[in-house]
């Protein structure tokens, strides 16, 4: 194992994006954007040279072989660590996946961690349950490293990341790409464009912060969910859209801005990350034609994947994501159904008393942080 801290950017970047299910949240800026937020990001890479003792030929260059950006939050002499999308590497390879995960232990115990997370974007499944199986996917989990995933190791019961999501195939043509849409979705992307929606896509110079806080804002007071303060999301925005690694997407009717999306772009694939939209217009379908927009973009940006970031764990209504499914099922995309989170901890005691605190002050969170957006949009 050999600790990249003092690497660069472009370095850090360059190793992941070479991995298999390499993701923005594994990226160097991600990980500086978080240390702003009360967590530090340390960086791991798994070299060829270093893992001589793995049922592989020995080699002699330095390729990385597996990746990890763990960030670390301190509580009193101890931590918690977490691993988010990650950490990355051929999943089916067992013999990696046990050395990587034996080392993400010895760091845990090390660290005085109550737990460490991971969050692995292995394919467990394609399609909605009930499907016909596909063929299988490399991406997936052999049986021999599904058993190393095992104790002491366990799935966990606090999941961080969307589960599910969707992913559209973005090597077509525009033309062939629209004609896989469901016929509704393909009419919805007219109509908006027949009553008159507009969208922008500003750039970096211009992206319009503040304007898109309030939509968001406004989302999420109507839609029911905690979001953080506004200088939480104009770093989180503007510091990726700056770099290039972002791009914001403004619907309009008549001059007023009615929806947006912002989409990231890391490692040849374009995520759909958030969204936002006042009641007004709704009817005139302008998510409809963010999304188009936003596909046709990230497939100039050189994008394989658009990832549409989400999709319910349970398939019916009772799941509070089944709405946007909905909607985001109108693209056609494959259903990717994922491991989870798993977590391992060097202190069991300190685990449980741990979970059961945590979901009781993440409620009183999400409860004050509503109150508080009720009250800035006055």
């Not at 394609?126 to 366990?154: E, H, K, Q, V, Y």
């Not at 188009?292 to 319910?312: E, M, V």
Request: hydrophobic share 45%.
């Amino acid at each position: 194992m050999t600790n990249e801290e003092g690497n660069s950017a472009f370095d850090w970047d360059a190793a992941l994006s070479a991995l298999p299910n390499a993701h923005l949240l594994q990226s160097w800026q991600w990980g500086e954007f978080k240390s702003r937020y009360g967590w530090s990001a340390r960086r791991v890479l798994w070299l060829a040279a270093d893992l001589t003792g793995l049922n592989r030929p020995v080699r002699s260059d330095d390729k990385p072989l597996a990746a990890a950006q763990i960030l670390k939050r301190t509580l009193g002499p101890f931590s918690i660590l977490y691993v988010p999308k990650g950490p990355c590497l051929d999943w089916a390879d067992a013999d990696l996946v046990s050395r990587v995960l034996s080392d993400l232990e010895s760091l845990a115990r090390r660290e005085r961690a109550i737990f460490i997370k991971i969050d692995p974007e292995v394919i467990t499944a394609t399609g909605l349950p009930g499907d016909p199986a596909p063929a299988p996917d490399s991406r997936a989990l052999s049986d021999a490293a599904r058993a190393a995933l095992a104790a002491p190791w366990f799935p966990s019961p606090t999941q961080i990341q969307f589960k599910n999501t969707v992913w559209l195939d973005l090597n077509r043509s525009a033309d062939d790409l629209l004609a896989s849409f469901k016929q509704k979705t393909r009419y919805n992307i007219r109509l908006a464009e027949r009553k008159g929606v507009t969208v922008q896509a500003p750039p970096p110079a211009d992206a319009p912060l503040d304007l898109l806080y309030r939509l968001y804002a406004e989302t999420s007071v109507r839609d029911g969910f905690a979001i953080r303060h506004a200088g939480y999301y104009r770093d989180a925005w503007g510091s990726f859209i700056q770099s290039g690694h972002a791009q914001p997407f403004i619907a309009s009717v008549d001059g007023d801005a009615v929806a947006a999306i912002i989409v990231f772009r890391f490692a040849r694939r374009a995520i759909y990350m958030y969204g936002m939209s006042r009641a007004a217009h709704r009817d005139k379908m302008p998510n409809h034609l963010l999304q188009w927009a936003a596909i046709r973009w990230a497939k100039a940006q050189g994008c394989d994947l658009y990832d549409f970031w989400g999709a319910p764990d349970v398939f019916d209504e009772s799941d509070s994501m089944f709405g946007v499914w909905k909607f985001k099922e109108g693209f056609n995309g494959a259903v990717i159904r994922t491991a989870g989170a798993y977590d391992y901890s060097p202190s069991p005691l300190l685990y449980r008393l741990y979970t059961v605190i945590l979901p009781r002050l993440l409620n009183l969170m999400r409860r004050r942080a509503t109150r508080q957006t009720e009250a800035a949009l006055g």
